[in-house]
């Protein structure tokens, strides 16, 4: 009982380190939120607690009948060994994994590293609903460019702004910052759902509405690291079999 409550609470702390890390990089360094509240508490009620829960019913190791019998005053239920390797060993791997994942996904739907930083606090010019991002036109065919009533920030993770062209917004960014769509909304060789939205039946590139798939996209990753965590915490000493 003592070996499974260790892998429990293991299995458990290692899940705070990526939900807390995007929350930190939202408010440090200023990028789109990497992963919402909803799949947040989907790792908190879904794939956190239920594992963490059946590592409690893990048979009991080959070798502890080998073991020497626990001293109560050195061994910890939650030593400082165990809390290194969850928060900073564990912890550590599943939220670059996330944020690596995030910034690659971003980058698929336009958005570059260096443009991503400090974007959600940066003001931009909203554009007429009827303006249409063309190099061609002056100032990329953003109407409202240099009128002060139209100039605010972009509600980045919400439905209000999702069919806004960051291109117009942004209108003072050169077009080098921009990455290059992975999803081009003309190929009709892409399923329609991964190039064109639902929602405002426009293209998901260069558009607010593209981080909200990103977040899934750092919640698969963290599930996906949370799996082989799992796997890992089931033995401490012999293989997974």
């Avoid at 939120?33 to 947040?40: D, F, R, T, W, Y």
């Avoid at 019998?69 to 599943?94: E, F």
């Avoid at 920030?153 to 291109?167: C, E, L, Q």
Wanted: charged share 20%; net charge neutral.
């Amino acid at each position: 009982m003592f070996d499974n409550l260790k892998k429990s609470i293991t299995y458990a702390l290692s899940a705070n380190i990526p939900e807390l890390f995007p929350v930190l990089c939202f408010i440090v360094v200023q990028v789109p939120p990497p992963l919402s509240s909803i799949l947040m508490l989907a790792i908190c009620l879904g794939t956190d607690m239920y594992p963490a829960i059946a590592l409690a019913y893990e048979n009991a190791e080959l070798d502890i009948m080998d073991r020497a019998p626990r001293n109560s005053k050195r061994d910890r239920l939650v030593p400082m060994r165990l809390m290194s390797y969850s928060y900073v060993q564990t912890g550590s791997v599943q939220a670059l994994a996330g944020m690596y994942t995030y910034f690659q996904v971003m980058n698929d739907f336009g958005y570059k590293v260096n443009t991503a930083l400090f974007l959600i606090q940066e003001n931009g010019y909203e554009p007429n609903p009827t303006d249409i991002y063309d190099p061609a036109q002056p100032n990329l065919g953003n109407t409202n460019y240099g009128n002060d009533d139209h100039r605010r920030v972009i509600a980045w993770g919400t439905s209000d702004d999702a069919k806004i062209d960051v291109r117009l917004f942004y209108v003072f960014k050169r077009r080098q910052q921009w990455g290059q769509c992975r999803w081009n909304p003309s190929d009709e060789s892409i399923p329609k759902f991964w190039r064109i939205s639902n929602v405002t039946e426009k293209q998901y590139c260069y558009t607010p509405e593209a981080v909200i798939y990103v977040s899934s996209a750092y919640f698969v990753s963290v599930v996906m690291t949370q799996m082989a965590n799992n796997i890992i915490g089931k033995t401490r000493t012999l293989s997974v079999a």
